[in-house]
């Protein structure tokens, strides 16, 4: 039997956009969320504390606390194809991805990444699709959103306020899920 209070069985579907944001990052640490030692490697990619000035390999890098925000905005769980949603879509909505970038994080993200925490084809396959979902949406670039300023507005406001599109995800998500039927994050996108 699986346990309920895992990090994989986490997951806050789109449709739960009353709470506010702050019980949902609750709900998250309750599970142990962030609570685990980041590998170097992830955090020389993916957390701006670790870019170099006046370089950027890649675009719509966020710290932790803003990344598991975003996790909550695009109604994403905790698994593997979760983050590699998350990541793509935050890459996507700065609109200044190119195919290069894209490419070398998709390396990067398959090879390079701990055992572990590395993408696996159909993650990439999400990844690539997330950072065009992100290119087309509306929302403001993700990784510039100071989330502390929404904690206590309701998940629905803060989406609202961002230009997150629900319908938008939701559509994605459906196509998604009939692509992956074998994948736990991909069927549980759509759960009321």
Not at 66 to 76: A, E, F, K, V, Y
Not at 93 to 105: A, D, G, I, Y
Not at 133 to 143: A, K, R
């Amino acid at each position: 039997m699986e346990d309920p209070n895992h990090y994989s069985q986490w997951h806050l579907p789109v449709a739960h956009d009353q709470m506010c944001l702050s019980e949902a990052i609750d709900s998250m640490q309750r599970v142990g969320a962030g609570q685990q030692e980041i590998p170097l490697m992830i955090q020389l990619v993916e957390n701006p504390n670790y870019r170099i000035p006046g370089f950027t390999l890649f675009h719509g890098a966020v710290d932790l606390a803003q990344h598991d925000c975003i996790h909550i905005m695009l109604g994403r769980g905790l698994l593997e194809m979760d983050e590699a949603f998350t990541i793509g879509f935050t890459m996507g909505s700065t609109n200044k991805v190119s195919t290069t970038e894209e490419r070398l994080f998709s390396l990067v993200s398959q090879y390079l990444y701990p055992k572990i925490y590395q993408f696996s084809a159909d993650d990439i396959a999400v990844f690539r699709n997330a950072v065009r979902l992100g290119y087309i949406s509306s929302c403001v670039p993700l990784d510039e959103v100071d989330f502390s300023l929404y904690y206590n507005w309701a998940i629905s406001d803060v989406r609202e306020a961002l230009g997150i599109e629900s319908d938008l995800l939701r559509a994605y998500f459906s196509i998604e899920k009939t692509r992956y039927p074998k994948s736990v994050a991909s069927q549980r996108l759509l759960d009321p």
